[in-house]
């Protein structure tokens, strides 16, 4: 399978028919269960952009899907040892029961919620998590699934928030750029017009430093912050 860690869900599959994939009209996507199939179709196609972040966006979509499941499958088995070094504990194997399986899975969350994690590790853990739930719900081990469950939606909740505070730190950047903006609007407009009156006057003066002593002077501006003025004015016509 194009991820060692997973025991249901079939990758090759998966991107055989991802980009055909509606969750309105059907049909299932691959052996997942319908109820799943929006979010995981979601979170698979964001890893599928992961590997392949180098080319352009849905870049995945020209390649075969064998080599999609596989550059995926990669990137999920890294984010989840990565985690699970963290955590120091070992990625359950397909053959560990589900006590034990759940019991791990939730020593990964935690940590996982807590640490230093990117968003993409964060995604391959809940797809993990998604597959994991898939295999309960097909052995009809319902109560275990209500405990993956739970795990989804804290990784979920994490994932929401990093996005939330990306989205922040952008809008605190943006404000901060219009407010310098406006901090600095009156001197950008004491500026233009003085350096309109130096191209329409400085045949009336010695030079740059006579207009900066003498304007300088007039307006109250530092002869040498005028004189650079001056400088970087006549650089940009040249």
């Known amino acids: 399978?194009?991820?060692?860690?997973?025991r249901y869900i079939n990758l090759l599959e998966v991107y055989e028919q991802l980009e055909g994939y509606t969750f309105y009209s059907g049909p299932d996507l691959s052996n997942i269960q319908y109820q799943f199939g929006?979010?995981?179709?979601?979170?698979?196609?964001?890893?599928?952009?992961?590997?392949?972040?180098?080319?352009?966006?849905?870049?995945?979509?020209?390649?075969?899907?064998i080599?999609?499941?596989?550059?995926?499958?990669?990137?999920?088995?890294?984010?989840?040892?990565?985690?699970?070094?963290?955590?120091e504990i070992s990625i359950p194997s397909r053959r560990a029961s589900?006590?034990?399986?759940?019991?791990?899975?939730?020593?990964?969350?935690?940590h996982a919620s807590f640490g230093d994690f990117d968003y993409w590790q964060k995604i391959s853990l809940m797809v993990y998590q998604?597959?994991?739930?898939?295999?309960?719900?097909?052995?009809?081990?319902?109560?275990?699934?209500?405990?993956?469950c739970e795990l989804i939606l804290k990784t979920r909740g994490d994932l929401q928030s990093d996005f939330t505070l990306s989205l922040t730190s952008a809008k605190q950047s943006e404000i901060a750029s219009e407010r310098a903006k406006k901090r600095h609007a009156p001197t950008n407009k004491v500026k233009t017009d003085l350096m309109s009156e130096w191209d329409n006057t400085s045949n009336e003066y010695k030079g740059r430093?006579?207009?900066?002593?003498?304007?300088?002077?007039?307006?109250?501006?530092?002869?040498?912050?005028?004189?650079?003025?001056?400088?970087?004015h006549e650089k940009s016509k040249a």
């Open 1 to 6: 399978m194009p991820c060692a860690y997973f």
């Open 38 to 65: 929006e979010s995981l179709s979601w979170c698979l196609e964001e890893l599928s952009n992961a590997a392949f972040n180098e080319c352009e966006e849905d870049a995945w979509k020209t390649f075969p899907a």
């Open 67 to 87: 080599e999609v499941a596989t550059a995926v499958g990669s990137v999920i088995e890294a984010s989840l040892e990565r985690i699970a070094k963290v955590a």
């Open 98 to 110: 589900a006590r034990t399986a759940i019991f791990k899975l939730a020593t990964l969350s935690i």
């Open 130 to 148: 998604y597959d994991l739930l898939c295999w309960l719900y097909s052995k009809n081990k319902i109560e275990e699934a209500f405990e993956v």
């Open 209 to 232: 430093a006579d207009f900066a002593r003498i304007i300088g002077k007039r307006d109250g501006i530092k002869e040498r912050t005028l004189y650079e003025w001056i400088a970087a």
